[in-house]
């Protein structure tokens, strides 16, 4: 959560971010272990964020 404060400065928006994150990694095919746990959280998040940021900008691909 302090990564994305750091970064999208409303922590509605954040907590958001947060909870899609977690619902992206239930979901998700991948193998999810304790020790995977916490690099897959830091890379969602980080590209969560660079999502949520070109949105606000108005970066369309």
Do not use: P, W
Request: positive net charge; proline residues 0%.
């Amino acid at each position: 959560m302090k990564f994305l404060t750091l970064h999208i400065r409303d922590r509605n928006e954040a907590q958001d971010i947060v909870r899609d994150l977690f619902l992206r990694l239930l979901c998700s095919h991948q193998l999810v272990t304790e020790q995977t746990m916490s690099s897959l959280v830091y890379t969602l998040a980080r590209k969560m964020v660079l999502q949520q940021l070109k949105v606000c900008v108005g970066i369309v691909y």
